[in-house]
């Protein structure tokens, strides 16, 4: 065992690529949160965008190419839980189960024939001058278009939320559906379009796992990473900039725990594999014990259903 | 467009539909979806819900594992259903499940070989605690920290896969296993196997208890206050605080059955059909439960038949696995449909839905 073998830089830039499924997954997920919907499908989604993009990321040779349509795809499913709770009005909480294990099936069904083989490469894009930075440019500046494109998404949702109408609109509807309503906006439509923005990024996430961070697909290879997203924006107060942090945090362990296991430190393996859902469950209680107390920022009408009443 | 009334009362002939009608419209979707993967369609179906009850072949043998796999399923599914009503939502099941299994094998073959009636009802209770303890982790956090009980109970569950890995490849492994993963197996182990009670079938002590269970949470929810207060809690939670319930105390008691009962299909499972600890020992029926109980609509009767159901998908997908080379995961894809249909059919068992007229 040799710590010393640990290149810091190198560490954090691959922080970063661990945590971007995280990240872009997180992020769509505030917004249809912040919206007053409850997706507990993240799971689902995201692994339908990880078979599906790398299923056409193979058939084309195309990494992009299969982020888009991992995107779709993540879209679709989510278009699926949108028409269950917001038309035939379901229960949030029980479809968004339905979508995480009927997501899991048709994943494991179309990626069956698609085990161990390798992913199209991705051209990491290192930005002129500043990469050439010792260390922070291995560390930010020598990354893939998805992780600046994760990085500049929480510029742009921080921005809608904040200083656009459009974004205080979806909030007003998260926070009371029915003054927003009254207030002659439409509520479901809204929330179509949050739910199906919230599939897109968990479609993204997914396929940025399968195409890039393992690089191949396995079965089940979310292996929770939907439900830690969705464990981040709680964590985050529902603020993107925090949700960032956070992933990042999240992600250091995740690597800090591979580089272990690789460096061959004398801790079980399976103690090891255990550290990111602690570490998950450890973050939630630290958060709500805070003096921000837990549900500073959820939106009042988190998981409940809109009936429009006339 | 539409527009929808509230019903005073659910509709208990749509109530009880819902399930018929959404199992009915899975095997339609579900042959489509067969069909495109190539498989004869009314092949697949027929084989999955009328080959493992009624041919020859095959029933003798199905029969019986209908109900060995319905055991878990129901036994999970009825603790499940009573956090459900309450509105505390226990999903990591499975990791109670699997704790339960090794607290209870732990327990056993630290004693092996060691005979005496004693270590089966102690194991058994032992398993019990097991996965009660894990669900008090949730319980524990939202009582106190308001800390969410969905994603605490889930993460637990992918550290109760690692604890399992670590006792099968560690410190449950089978000493004279040459080495393979894998703890001794309890069916060898007279004191701690959970025998079949009718010779040649495999129907254990656990698949009796899912039937008592099925009686006593029938008399709890219905012929008790205590059900009562849970449906309070659930419907209303400022309600259930002004008759002077503790809502703590009651999501406590929620996850301690749901825990106890997950724990208990673990423990008689690992004794019984699994016979040991070993990495893939759990199989999902943690997730699975969480459909049962819906298709159930949380009654705890049923629970029993849609626990029968699910098991049956279980049989059947088995056998269209094996006999017409259909991928395992279709049955999964099924699963999901199935509580897709339920949940959406809902809107017809609380709402009367009159199409808008002209002004």
């Given at each position: ?42 799971e ?45 009005q ?19 069904l ?32 020598q ?46 439509t ?66 800090l ?6 460096i ?20 939630l ?11 500073r920022?959820?939106?009042?009408c ?9 | ?22 199992v009915?419209l ?21 084989m ?6 009624m041919s ?31 509105n ?49 982790i ?27 890995a ?28 959970n ?14 208890l ?17 059900g009562?207060?849970?449906?309070l809690?659930?419907n ?8 002077g ?18 724990g ?12 040991q ?54 049955i ?8 897709f ?19």
């Amino acid at each position: 065992m040799d710590l010393s073998e640990i290149n810091f830089a190198v560490l954090v830039a691959s922080l970063i690529v661990a945590s971007t499924p995280l990240v872009l997954a997180a992020l769509g997920e505030l917004i249809v949160e912040k919206s007053g919907v409850l997706n507990l499908g993240v799971e689902g989604m995201m692994i339908i965008g990880a078979v599906t993009g790398f299923i056409v990321g193979v058939e084309t040779g195309s990494a992009y190419v299969g982020m888009m349509a991992a995107a779709m795809a993540g879209a679709l499913l989510s278009l699926l839980f949108a028409f269950i709770i917001l038309i035939m009005q379901a229960n949030q909480v029980a479809s968004g189960l339905a979508l995480t294990i009927f997501g899991l099936g048709i994943a494991a069904l179309m990626g069956h024939p698609y085990t161990g083989i390798k992913s199209p490469q991705i051209s990491t894009i290192s930005i002129p001058f500043i990469s050439e930075i010792p260390v922070l440019g291995t560390m930010f500046f020598q990354h893939d278009l998805i992780v600046y494109l994760s990085l500049i998404s929480v510029l742009v949702i921080w921005y809608f939320l904040n200083r656009m109408r459009a974004g205080l609109i979806l909030r007003s509807v998260g926070e009371d559906h029915d003054v927003a309503h009254s207030l002659g906006y439409r509520v479901v439509t809204i929330r179509f379009l949050a739910i199906t923005f919230g599939g897109a990024m968990a479609g993204v996430g997914g396929g940025y796992l399968s195409l890039v961070r393992v690089p191949q697909w396995t079965e089940g290879m979310t292996a929770g990473a939907g439900w830690i997203a969705l464990a981040l924006v709680v964590f985050s107060g529902w603020r993107p900039f925090r949700l960032l942090i956070g992933a990042y945090i999240f992600g250091g362990i995740t690597i800090l725990q591979l580089n272990l296991q690789a460096i061959g430190v004398n801790i079980n393996i399976a103690l090891l594999s255990m550290a990111p859902y602690l570490a998950t469950i450890l973050a939630l209680v630290v958060i709500s014990m805070s003096r921000f107390r837990g549900n500073r920022g959820a939106p009042g009408c988190l998981g409940r259903s809109f009936v429009k009443i006339t | 467009m539409f527009k929808l009334i509230p019903r005073e009362n659910v509709s208990p002939v749509l109530s009880l539909l819902g399930p018929l009608f959404s199992v009915g419209l899975t095997m339609i979707v579900g042959g489509i979806l067969f069909y495109f993967l190539g498989v004869d369609p009314f092949a697949a179906i027929k084989m999955i819900f009328w080959d493992p009850l009624m041919s020859e072949t095959f029933s003798t043998y199905s029969i019986p594992q209908i109900f060995i796999k319905g055991a878990p399923l129901i036994l999970i599914a009825l603790g499940l259903s009573v956090g459900f009503k309450a509105n505390v939502w226990n999903i990591g099941a499975e990791g109670q499940y699997i704790m339960g299994a090794i607290f209870g094998a732990s327990f056993a073959l630290s004693l092996y070989p060691l005979e005496s009636i004693v270590i089966f009802p102690a194991m058994i209770l032992i398993g019990v605690i097991g996965g009660c303890l894990w669900s008090m982790i949730p319980a524990f956090l939202k009582v106190k920290f308001q800390v969410n009980e969905i994603l605490v109970s889930l993460m637990l569950v992918y550290v109760a896969e690692q604890i399992l890995a670590l006792a099968s490849l560690g410190f449950l492994r089978n000493p004279d296993g040459a080495g393979f993963p894998g703890s001794r197996n309890l069916n060898q182990y007279t004191s701690a196997s959970n025998a079949e009670i009718i010779a040649g079938t495999g129907i254990h002590l656990g698949v009796l208890l899912s039937l008592l269970m099925v009686i006593f949470f029938y008399v709890l929810l219905f012929r008790h206050s205590l059900g009562f207060k849970i449906k309070l809690l659930g419907n209303s939670p400022k309600a259930s605080g002004f008759s002077g319930d503790n809502p703590n105390k009651l999501i406590f008691l929620c996850l301690t059955l749901s825990g106890s009962l997950a724990g208990l299909a673990g423990i008689m499972e690992v004794a019984g059909p699994a016979g040991q600890i070993n990495i893939d020992f759990n199989v999902g029926y943690g997730f699975t439960a969480i459909i049962v109980a819906f298709l159930g609509r949380l009654n705890p009767i049923g629970i029993f038949f849609a626990g029968i159901v699910m098991a049956l998908t279980y049989v059947g997908g088995e056998l269209t696995q094996f006999m017409l080379n259909l991928p395992a995961a279709a049955i999964q894809v099924f699963q999901g449909m199935l509580l897709f249909f339920l949940l959406s059919f809902d809107l017809f068992v609380h709402y009367k839905i009159k199409l808008k007229g002209n002004k």
